[in-house]
Nanobody, 129 residues
């Protein structure tokens, strides 16, 4: 099993920054990519960013390109999401996920939730205007 614990959420004003962290424990050798998803009330869960562990290839949703950066610290089994220039529409519960077995190759990690096997409990991000 893989356990994922998110931290770093909070409330900020528009234009501010937050850094989310996702610490993995357990069978950390089992997954080879990790991602961040978000879900706002009444909306579907959407992929925000993802990274292939060790390879480093990434995916970003169009809505966050140029503002969010995903990174990894393999020694700490931790993935980060640096969020800059935050907008009210970024308000959501943010979830960390890990998985393996994506059929689309390693040029880009998967952006949709069905490819992820393990999920954290989420951390709330609220951006006020």
């Amino acid at each position: 099993q893989v356990q994922l614990v998110e931290s770093g959420g909070g409330s900020v004003q528009a234009g501010g920054s937050l850094r989310l962290s996702c610490a993995a424990s357990g069978y950390t050798w089992y997954y080879n990519y990790m991602g961040w998803f978000r879900q706002a009330p009444g909306k579907e869960r959407e992929g925000v960013a993802a990274i292939y562990i060790n390879i480093g290839t990434t995916f970003y949703a169009d809505s966050v390109k140029g503002r969010f950066t995903i990174s990894q610290d393999n020694a700490k089994n931790t993935v980060y999401l640096q969020m800059n220039s935050l907008k009210p529409e970024d308000t959501a519960m943010y979830f960390c996920a890990a998985g393996r077995g994506y059929a689309g190759g390693t040029n880009r990690p998967p952006r949709t939730s069905e490819w992820y096997n393990y999920w954290g409990q989420g951390t709330q991000v609220t951006v006020s205007s």
